[in-house]
């Protein structure tokens, strides 16, 4: 890949939210690295409502069967996948703030990316997390290109995507409509074909979903750039 072209990293919270919010972007950017902060199974086995929804007898098949899809999913995007030795919040072990940060800038920092994209962690409480380690080390790695990326499905939720934007001017960052620069030629509509592909790789998700519950999936995707600003003075 040019040196003029942006080499992406994208952090995303599960094996599906970087496919699911920026698949597109990922198509015109082949060998993007997606880190998956919540990639490991509970250390003890277990049952969970939304594992069951997804079709899953338990945790563990859950956590293989979803690293399988992730697999196809990022194979169809010629995407390299990252993986964090972390749990999810539904099997009750949560990594402090401080560990996913100092975890992240290690995994960053052996890779080649030049342009990075976080979730702005709407809604869900993993989302929220993973935003607050990306806003660790943001400040600290400045040379990067930063971006926030709305996360499908979540940023429906009213108001979420306003009151991020607030929280993020309070901790003086400042966030700019903006989407990274095209890396490979490839038209819109091909890009829409290989996302579609893609998210379909993620069956057991699109079932706890429901039909009809994940249509903006495939809606325009939505990026802000990050740079780093003065904090304004709390009242």
């Known amino acids: ?43 003890h086995d277990m049952h969970t409502d939304w594992d069951e929804k997804a079709g899953f007898a338990n945790a563990h098949e859950a956590v293989h069967e979803r690293t399988v899809e992730d697999n196809r999913a990022l194979e169809v ?20 703030i401080d560990q996913m940060a100092a975890a992240l800038e290690e995994t960053i920092y052996r890779t080649t990316a030049n342009t990075l994209l976080m979730p702005l962690g709407l809604h869900h409480d993993d989302h929220a997390r993973v ?9 600290r790695l400045t040379h990067l290109n930063w971006f926030g990326y709305e996360e499908a499905i979540h940023r429906l939720t009213p108001g979420a995507v306003q009151a991020r934007l607030a929280d993020l001017a309070q901790r003086g960052i400042v966030a700019t409509p903006a ?57």
């Open 131 to 139: 935003f607050e380690a990306c806003c660790e080390i943001l400040p």
């Open 179 to 235: 989407t990274p620069s095209a890396g490979h030629t490839i038209d819109v509509q091909r890009r829409a074909h290989l996302k579609r592909e893609a998210v379909n790789a993620y069956a057991s998700q699109l079932r706890a979903f429901g039909a009809g519950n994940y249509d903006d999936v495939f809606a325009t995707e939505r990026y802000w750039q990050l740079s780093v600003g003065r904090k304004r003075a709390r009242k």
């Open 1 to 43: 890949m040019s040196e003029t072209n942006p080499r992406l990293f994208i952090v995303s919270p599960h094996f599906d939210d970087a496919v699911f919010s920026c698949g597109a972007l990922l198509a015109a950017h082949p060998d993007a690295a997606v880190c998956t902060v919540f990639a490991a199974p509970p250390e």
């Open 77 to 96: 995007l010629d995407a390299i996948p990252l993986r964090m030795p972390f749990r999810d919040s539904q099997y009750a072990d949560s990594p402090s």
